[in-house]
């Protein structure tokens, strides 16, 4: 995920010279981006901490680098179920400790990414935050802390859901008669299309599928499957109450 965040600033522009990556594998990351397989002797003043391993790492990496942290590093976790209030806990030093929640498409800077922070972060490191996030795509700014794991749940894990539905639009087709390549590819071009047009449009996603059904005809047909008894509404909401209650799990070290 750090990855597809870091692509997209060096193709905005980011000066690689000013980015170290540090990951066990020592695996290169891009031309002119120093890799490290250990931490450094110190942190230069004003640095930003970009925190993209896995959740339950984190007590490990923070032993680690938070005696490196200043009361000006800026510490930015992109940790899945992992509070404000532990990341304060194993980083006491830093004033500016942002959280945010980002998907695979800012790769493209067509993702999306939540980001809270508490009180005790300035208003100008907010700002740069939410400044670094920018080119990513859509940036949203979260008032309840609670939210977080259910805003993950849709976006952070959204994509996850949205492949899973064009992998089963794609076999549904192929269930019906229609030659594998060619339903792999039709629906992949009719979830970018349908995207990106309701993404344009003036009116709703809802009122787009009304006006995808002709009356007495096809889709409406296909739309009375979804629509009964609210399947596919309850079957998404159920999927974001999982990966929501998973997040809060986590939150409590499960
Ligand atoms: N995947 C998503 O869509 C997504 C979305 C939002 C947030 N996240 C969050 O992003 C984080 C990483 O998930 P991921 O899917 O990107 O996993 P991943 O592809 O396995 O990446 C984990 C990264 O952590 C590095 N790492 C492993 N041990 C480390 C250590 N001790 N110190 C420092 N770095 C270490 C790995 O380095 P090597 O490559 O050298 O092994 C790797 O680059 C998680 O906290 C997750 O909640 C993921």
Do not use: H
């Not at 089963?168 to 792999?184: F, K, M, N, S, T």
């Not at 009116?203 to 609210?230: F, H, I, W, Y």
């Amino acid at each position: 995920m750090a990855g597809q965040m870091l692509a997209r600033w060096l193709d905005c522009g980011l000066d690689p010279s000013r980015v170290t990556v540090l990951r066990p594998s020592g695996r290169a990351v891009a031309e002119g981006v120093a890799v490290l397989t250990d931490y450094p002797e110190k942190l230069e003043p004003g640095t930003t901490v970009l925190l993209g391993m896995k959740p339950y790492q984190l007590a490990d990496v923070a032993a680690r680098l938070a005696p490196l942290c200043r009361a000006d590093t800026a510490i930015l976790s992109i940790l899945a179920g992992t509070p404000l209030a532990s990341l304060r806990a194993q980083f006491p030093a830093p004033q500016s400790i942002v959280r945010a929640m980002p998907n695979l498409p800012v790769g493209l800077g067509e993702g999306v990414t939540a980001l809270f922070t508490d009180e005790a972060t300035p208003p100008e490191s907010r700002a740069q935050a939410g400044a670094l996030i920018e080119p990513l795509g859509l940036a949203e700014w979260i008032g309840d802390e609670a939210l977080f794991n259910a805003i993950t749940a849709l976006s952070g894990c959204g994509p996850a859901f949205l492949f899973r539905f064009v992998d089963a639009l794609a076999r549904a087709g192929e269930a019906i008669g229609i030659p594998v390549d060619q339903a792999a590819r039709m629906a992949l071009a009719t979830v970018q299309g349908s995207a990106n047009m309701a993404a344009r449009a003036r009116v709703s996603p809802a009122t787009l599928a009304d006006q995808v059904a002709s009356p007495g005809g096809m889709t409406r047909e296909g739309l009375n499957v979804l629509d009964a008894d609210e399947r596919l509404l309850t079957l998404l909401t159920d999927t974001l109450a999982a990966a929501r209650d998973r997040g809060e799990a986590m939150a409590r070290g499960a």
